[in-house]
């Protein structure tokens, strides 16, 4: 029988745009380039940010009229120790001490995953996109470039792409996947000290007279509610006490859409809301995002555990939600509430030379996973099996830049 012969096409050449602003790239493009885990680096989130906090910019890579990859930058927070500062993330690297750098990956995101086409494109797509880094970064005086709490293998595709690049482990990222017998399914799979420790938790909450309310953010005046709670939370640990900003963001949300993914999770006392979490919808995952707390007028009766980890759970399952994202922090009491904690690592591409030479990375990376492997000593079970991947520090270590 005849066969029709297979034609194979040169490709194109992948071409990195100059910097521009989400806003002027197509969405449904965009977006087609997000996965489920990557809601914060989703179109609607990012041009939200900008509207928000002031245009930082993204680089994008096409060929022709395809969009194959996209990529926010913005300056991070280069002077202020914290989550997006290099000498915070790796404090045992000298090299990343002093030097300034060009941040890729949305604005404030703990979970970066790259909005880049897969298939045979995608090593050509990542060099073209970081080689339009490592010059703006240059024009910009910075010494490179760095992506924060990329998943592990995200960040090997960045380093196959540049070979000069170093992938160092720095956090770790937490997750629950969603039973469809939801919160009670899931304490069920605990052990018995927890399992007497979370009923504690929401008994303590129900003694209060508390009741748990759902509602949209897009809708009535739940978003003003929810912004005054998450600033005085964010007040209490040294942030403004001024709900404007929360105000603003939830603005910018609404104009690019992202709002009508928004559900708060109140707290309700004598039919005032004392407290909330805010959760975003993605695909089939819910993102927890921001929690808030009155605490000017009540005091608190065990509100954060069961609306940042247990309600969760229950909207998840009965939303046909298949896992609720965390992020970083507080992994303690995560761990405790049934969470798996899973590897990130950042990629640091110097505009000369490496950060570090390949013994030194893989050295590292080794004493970061006996780190996390220490840590959740008491519950194994909550690391995911990617640990296992960064253990070795000898020759047989993974690529790490």
């Known amino acids: 029988m005849a066969t029709t012969p297979r034609v194979h096409r040169r490709p ?45 910019g993204a680089l994008t890579a096409a060929c022709g009229d395809r969009l194959l990859g996209a990529l926010s ?66 024009d910009r005086g910075l010494a490179g470039v760095v992506t924060p709490y990329l998943s592990a293998d995200e960040a090997r595709d960045v380093a196959r792409s540049q070979p000069r690049a170093s992938v160092l482990l720095h956090d770790a990222d937490a997750n629950v996947a969603v039973p469809t017998g939801g919160w009670d399914e899931h304490l069920a799979r605990m052990s018995q000290p927890d399992r007497t420790r979370r009923r504690a938790e929401r008994r303590a909450c129900e003694r209060g007279g508390t009741a748990l309310e759902w509602r949209p953010l897009a809708h009535g005046d739940a978003a003003r509610q929810a912004a005054v709670l998450v600033t005085q939370t964010r007040a209490r640990h040294g942030g403004t006490a001024d709900p404007a900003w929360m105000l603003r963001s939830f603005a910018a949300q609404a104009t690019t859409g992202v709002l009508d993914r928004a559900v708060g999770c109140f707290a309700v006392r004598d039919g005032r809301p004392v407290a909330v979490t805010v959760c975003y919808g ?14 000017r007028a009540a005091q608190p009766q065990g509100e954060y555990f069961v609306l940042c980890y247990q309600a969760p759970v229950d909207y998840a399952a009965a939303g046909g939600f298949h896992r609720y ?77």
């Not at 001490?97 to 979970?111: F, H, I, P, Q, V």
């Not at 086409?117 to 010059?135: H, M, P, S, Y």
């Open 325 to 401: 994202r965390l992020a970083v922090s507080a992994w303690q009491i995560k761990v405790r509430q049934g969470a798996v904690l899973s590897p990130l690592a950042a990629v640091v591409l110097p505009l000369q030379g490496r950060l570090c030479d390949r013994r030194t990375a893989a050295r590292h990376n080794a004493r970061t996973a006996r780190l996390w492997t220490g840590r959740c000593a008491a519950r194994p079970w909550a690391l995911a099996p990617e640990w296992n991947d960064w253990a070795q520090d000898g020759p047989d270590a993974p690529p790490t830049g």
């Open 73 to 138: 930058i913005w300056p991070g927070e280069n002077d202020e120790p914290g989550l997006f500062h290099l000498p915070t993330l790796l404090p045992d690297l000298a090299a990343a001490r002093s030097a300034r750098w060009l941040w890729l990956g949305a604005r404030r995101s703990t979970y970066n995953e790259l909005a880049c086409t897969r298939g045979e494109e995608r090593d050509r797509t990542l060099e073209a996109l970081w080689d339009g880094a490592l010059r703006l970064a240059r």
């Open 282 to 295: 993605h695909r089939d995952r819910l993102y927890a995002r921001y929690f808030g707390f009155d605490y």
């Open 12 to 56: 194109g050449p992948i071409e990195a745009g100059v910097p521009s602003t989400p806003a002027e790239v197509d969405p449904a493009q965009w977006d087609r380039l997000i996965g489920p885990d990557n809601f914060y680096n989703s179109n609607a989130w990012v041009r939200a940010l900008e509207l928000a906090h002031g245009d930082t």
